[in-house]
């Protein structure tokens, strides 16, 4: 079974972020490293494509500067390849072209399966995924909490509010995973040093048979009008207790009408 | 002159400090005072080769160098997790049995010291011999197949988690009565081999011992190497003791001016944020500074002792003694700029000042780098 992982490549959150002036869109021109949430997509899909005896996982990421920093940390987690697409044309991109440009570059890999994670840690509108299944045409499954391949269909549940839905959709289709899907493994020497033989296809746009004028700032039918910052947090109430601690709890409680 | 390190050492950093952090200070503290091993730790980076990525691929290493070995060290320390056993297991002994051990003492020891399921201590030091190898009283005699081991040793790491010992042990003595040493090892559960808890003030999970030899039996399949060559056989392990030493102090003073910049970034006495004053941030970006000077010197050590620059020894021994004095004083600034938390056990600062303080003394102490810089490097004439 081969699975293809869409994996993001964003500036480290440990250093504080920034946003260009005029277009407000995160500022990427640092190293980029692989998005702690797409580890646990790649995880899944290593542990998949063991199960089924066979098979490999291809990375497809796309990343201004040629980024492949990020892709270097999932073969060395165990993927067999990466797809990079990478065109000055992508600047200002949205997550509709984002996701013509991954549904290309997915299609040349063939997967019975692709996985994405439910949201990226720097953008997070988690709207790319499911647009992708929409352009290859595939069912998409969104919020797994558990994933199984067998018989030509993927079986998923998918977690919500109150607990899970059993959901099963027939091959090929894209799954988007969630923190808790399975825990990733870290990067071994041996991974490592292997990364550095592992093919990585770097593509421009017009290599998947797009227009320029399809994608990037041209073809976004979004745009960032303004940014503020978010505001802060009050600071909270601290209720001493002095043998009626539970009726200021209730009395709170009531209050903000949820008994 | 190239001072990158290369993608592949900086994914390593990369991977070993996450597994670091998933572990962090809390459980280094934690496994320490209620008396636990860090066999957790110890066992996750073995499955991931990051224990011996400085030795063979045969025997299941990453086929790299101490440069590798001494970022393991580094970025573990750094988050909070000083393992003082990397020093010793897979950079002394390791070193030394590769090296010289046969294909058999490979295939027997080595691999399970990469893979982490088993540890080798190392005993070198003596109550009455000191610093002064030479005059090391540990003797192992030749008695049909077997060595024969009566001595004392003390302040030997780690004993209780191993599964033996590389002992350096006194075979001879040349004609201007120095010991004429070789390396044995010896397994922890060796009869006649008693071990006595020396209590130290210092948090961590690794317990030091007396050892008391008392007629220990062993074959002389265990001896590595040649008999009487051990003191120029030890030099192959000394030069990855001394840097992996700096390693480690290098990775707490990390650890510890980040925790301080981040306290004093925040914390606020007289409506500005303490980091301000320039009391409290040229001391910290002094430190700074000299930590950055020590990590060089390791690093370029680290790289003369696998390029087997014969310039290694002499670098490897100014790193340890850079790396010690710029971590204490680092660790010492962080403790001062959390005022009174800088003690308390929650700041995680105070706990390492054991560990932090050790690399001034151990494994080799200050004034014996001195003299060897004083007498090798400046051809000072010598004190003894
Ligand atoms: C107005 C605007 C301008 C932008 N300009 C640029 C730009 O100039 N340069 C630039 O590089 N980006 C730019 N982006 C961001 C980029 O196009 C994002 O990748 C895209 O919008 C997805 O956004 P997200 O992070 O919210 O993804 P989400 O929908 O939250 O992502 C969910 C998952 O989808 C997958 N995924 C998402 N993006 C990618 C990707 N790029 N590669 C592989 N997998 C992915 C990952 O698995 C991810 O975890 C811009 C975005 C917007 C909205
Ligand atoms: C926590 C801990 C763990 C240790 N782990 C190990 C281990 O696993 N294996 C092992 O073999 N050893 C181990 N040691 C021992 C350590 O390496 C020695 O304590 C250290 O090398 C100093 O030797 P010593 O204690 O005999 O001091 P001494 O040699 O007695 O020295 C005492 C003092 O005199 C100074 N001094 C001595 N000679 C001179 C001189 N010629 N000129 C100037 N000053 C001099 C020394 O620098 C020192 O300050 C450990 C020690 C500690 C505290």
């Known amino acids: 079974m081969n699975v293809v992982v869409c994996v993001k490549q964003i500036p480290d959150p440990a250093n504080p972020g920034k946003l260009t002036s005029e277009t407000h869109t995160i500022v990427r021109d640092g190293k980029l490293i692989l998005d702690d949430s797409d580890a646990y997509g790649v995880e899944m899909a290593l542990q998949l494509v063991d199960a089924a005896g066979g098979g490999e996982v291809t990375l497809v990421s796309m990343a201004p500067h040629s980024e492949t920093s990020g892709l270097r940390t999932a073969l060395a987690m165990g993927a067999a390849k990466a797809i990079l697409v990478s065109d000055d044309a992508l600047a200002g991109s949205d997550a509709l072209s984002t996701a013509k440009v991954l549904a290309a570059a997915i299609k040349r890999a063939e997967p019975d399966l692709v996985i994405a994670a439910t949201e990226s840690t720097d953008g997070y509108t988690g709207t790319t995924p499911v647009q992708v ?93 303004s940014v503020e910052p978010a505001e802060a947090r009050k600071a909270g109430e601290i209720v001493v207790d002095e043998g009626d601690g539970y009726e200021k709890i209730v009395a709170f409680l009531e209050q903000i009408k949820v008994i | 002159m190239e001072f ?40 996750m980076a ?34 909070g997790c000083p393992l003082l ?11 030394i049995i590769q090296t010289f051990g046969g294909k058999e003492q490979r295939e027997r020891w080595l691999r399970s010291i990469i893979s982490g399921e088993s540890i080798m201590s190392f005993a070198i030091t003596e109550p009455d011999a000191g610093s002064n190898s030479h005059n090391l009283a540990t003797t192992a005699t030749r008695d049909g197949g077997d060595y024969v081991l009566r001595g004392t040793k003390y302040y030997i790491s780690g004993v209780d988690e191993a599964d033996a010992i590389l002992v350096v042990t006194r075979t001879g003595t040349d004609h201007a009565g120095r010991g004429q040493l070789s390396l044995i090892v010896v397994p922890t559960d060796a009869p006649g081999l008693s071990k006595t808890v020396i209590p130290v003030e210092m948090t961590a999970p690794e317990k030091q011992f007396t050892l008391f030899f008392d ?85 370029r050590a680290a790289w003369l002792h696998d390029e087997r620059d014969p310039l290694a020894g002499e670098a490897a021994n100014m790193a340890k003694f850079a790396a010690a004095e710029a971590g204490i004083a680092a660790l010492d600034q962080a403790i001062q700029t959390h005022g009174g938390n800088g003690l308390s056990t929650e700041y995680g600062l105070a706990t390492l000042w054991g560990p932090m303080r050790l690399m001034r003394t151990a494994p080799i102490s200050r004034e014996m780098i001195l003299n060897y810089v004083a007498r090798h490097s400046l051809g000072l004439p010598s004190s003894y």
């Open chain 2, 215 to 299: 007629d220990v039996r062993v074959p002389t399949e265990n001896l590595i190497g040649t008999e009487g060559d051990g003191l120029r056989q030890l030099f192959q392990g000394l030069n990855p003791e001394r840097i992996m030493g700096a390693a480690v102090g290098n990775g707490i003073a990390r650890y510890a001016l980040e925790k301080a910049a981040d306290y004093a970034r925040v914390r606020q006495v007289w409506g500005v944020p303490i980091g301000t004053h320039q009391g409290v941030a040229h001391p910290l970006a002094h430190a700074r500074i000299n930590v950055d000077l020590a990590r060089l010197m390791t690093q």
């Open chain 1, 133 to 225: 299944a929409e352009v290859l045409g595939w069912p998409s499954i969104s919020f797994a909490k558990k994933v199984a391949v067998a018989d030509g269909t993927v079986k998923v549940d998918r977690q919500t509010e109150t607990g899970y839905d059993s959901v099963e959709v027939s091959l090929p289709a894209l799954v988007t995973v969630t923190a808790g899907v399975v825990e990733p493994r870290y990067p071994s020497f041996k991974g490592i040093m292997a990364a550095k033989g592992k093919p990585v296809e770097e593509l421009k746009v017009t290599d998947l048979g797009l227009e320029p004028g399809q994608v990037g700032a041209a073809g976004a039918r979004q745009e960032v009008v």
């Open chain 2, 4 to 43: 990158h390190e290369t993608e592949e050492q900086q994914a390593l950093r990369g991977a070993v400090g996450k597994l670091g952090r998933s572990f962090g200070h809390e459980y280094f503290v934690e496994t320490a005072k209620s008396g636990g091993k860090s066999t957790a730790l110890w066992q």
């Open chain 2, 46 to 79: 073995g499955k991931y080769g990051f224990l011996g990525v400085n030795l063979a691929e045969e025997y299941g290493g990453g086929g790299a160098g101490v440069y590798e070995l001494q970022i393991v060290a580094e970025e573990l320390a750094a988050a």
């Open chain 2, 85 to 95: 056993m990397l020093v010793v297991s897979p950079a002394i002994c390791g070193s």
